[in-house]
């Protein structure tokens, strides 16, 4: 069960998004974080977001994707935009702790390669036109980077 105040806040990016102009006279995308614990319906209100809007959800699972294609992963990435860019989609990065946990504020040399794709995402999104949704598990871990570029951060409660 999803509370009334996150409910709210899911139908007023909904609202935001059915307000941007067609795709190709946009200038920019909304772009939202989803902060929850396991089981508090970050899927469920991705899809029925999807379902709003008329859209398709196309997933990104971020932790498979760094784990799968290490060296390419930022190609990848960039490639994945731009054509989601030319669909109707909501696009969900799904894991996004596997990358933004605190990552980008760190200095850790070790995760130095987790940390380049991470800031390239960000910056990436910023220019990405469509509607995208990150979600994740971490509350206070998340990379304060990540949430200043968002237009959007709901809290789900389990």
Known sequence: MIHDVTQRALRDFAARCRRLPPLANRKAGLHALFVGPAGAGKQRAVDGLAD??????????LGAIQKKYEAGTERRLAKMLAQAEHKAVVLLFDEADAL???RLDDDGADESSGKAVAEFLVRRLGFYRGVAVVTTDLSTDISSELRRRMDC???FHA
Do not use: A, N, S, Y
Request: charge should be positive; proline fraction near 0%; charged fraction near 40%.
């Open 52 to 61: 709003r809007l008329g859209l398709d959800v196309q997933r990104v699972k």
């Open 153 to 155: 951060v709901i809290d």
């Open 100 to 102: 933004f946990g605190k």
